[in-house]
């Protein structure tokens, strides 16, 4: 559809539509730059608190990926108008201020709609360096991928709508989708990075392959060092997949090379959903290493090297 809009174009229109990256960036000046995104969805959990927090800093996830500082935001609220208490509103909104706080955001208005089911998230603005922009695109040939969060939200959360899920595994996953990607952010901008994105709804091979088609390479991931939620997998094979993982896997699935050493279950992480899920990081090998014991010694452990861009093959994906 948006290719068949004449959007314009303008000199200072930095990051546009053009390779689906995660943030508008249009230049002030020389030195200065605006970052623009927008996200909001419908409730991954049920505690309404919780929800506004992981709606924020998934919101906010966008402005990192691009190297930027978010500054300022606006909520964005679909609401019903009968059946709802406000007090569960205020809630919501309250974990979106209390994550945009943690951020150094300003919350600096709004704006609400009714509709029969209930959506929150945040537009948000940011700066930058021109001269710093992290893109989508860019990965090399010889460089190492870093992921810093684990994979597998999507089944986990839809275990917790089927009312399977621990409260350990719960718990573990909670933690990490209201973790926001300014450690990781700040850390990648010490090195000479590639390209980076965040990885969200279209699961770790969307967004992947939208690094590889749009840098003209073929990204080789080792399945053995794909970082996974502990007991994700086994949700899988209880048939815990979400319908995003389904539509993940009929769209990108035919772009992707799976050797026969992915077992089933693996492949459905690879397709699986994130919310607020981390930094996929792409830049020299030996640069990785060093950014990746960065990353560990700031806390986010779960972080790993996951894979390789190699020359342009037959398909943009292999997990092998």
């Known amino acids: 559809m948006l290719a068949r ?5 303008h000199p200072d ?4 539509i053009g390779t689906g990256d995660d943030a508008g960036v249009m230049r002030l000046t020389d030195d200065l730059a605006i970052v623009s995104t927008v996200d ?5 959990v049920d505690d309404p608190f919780v929800y506004g927090q992981i709606a924020a800093a998934n919101a906010l996830s966008d402005i990192y990926a691009m190297g930027g500082t978010p500054r300022s935001a606006l909520n964005i609220v679909c609401w019903p108008q009968t059946g709802m208490p406000g007090e569960m509103l205020l809630e919501i909104l309250r974990g979106g201020v209390e994550k945009a706080r943690e951020a150094g955001v300003m919350i ?3 704006h609400s709609v009714a509709d029969e089911e209930v959506k929150y ?3 948000v603005t940011g700066t930058i360096d021109p001269r710093r922009i992290v893109r989508n695109v860019g990965a090399r040939p010889g460089d190492s991928l870093i992921l810093t969060k684990p994979l597998g939200t999507g089944v986990l959360m839809t275990a917790l709508k089927r009312d399977t899920l621990p409260p350990d595994l719960y718990n573990a996953a909670v933690r990490t989708m209201c973790q926001l990607n300014d450690v990781a952010a700040r850390a990648m901008l010490r090195y000479d990075v590639h390209a980076a994105t965040d990885i969200t709804g279209f699961g770790l091979a969307g967004h992947a392959m939208g690094m590889a088609e749009g840098s003209g390479v073929t990204i080789v991931f080792e399945e053995s060092d794909l970082p996974v939620f502990a007991g994700a997998l086994d949700q899988v094979r209880a048939g ?5 993982g389904h539509r993940n896997r009929e769209y990108y ?3 992707v090379r799976l050797s026969d050493d992915v077992v089933d279950e693996m492949a459905a992480i690879i397709f699986d959903p994130q919310t607020s899920g981390g930094l996929l990081i792409a830049l020299a ?9 960065d990353l560990q010694a700031a806390g986010l452990l779960d972080s790993e090297i996951i894979g390789t861009a190699t020359p342009a093959a037959a398909l943009p994906l292999e997990f092998v």
Do not use: N, S
């Open 240 to 244: 815990m997949i979400p319908g995003g």
């Open 285 to 293: 090998a030996d640069q990785a290493v060093r950014l990746l014991a």
């Open 40 to 44: 909001f969805f419908t409730p991954v």
């Open 13 to 16: 229109l930095l990051v546009g």
């Open 253 to 255: 699935g035919p772009r």
């Open 108 to 110: 600096v208005g709004g």
């Open 121 to 123: 998230g945040m537009a």
């Open 5 to 9: 809009l004449d959007l314009g174009t």
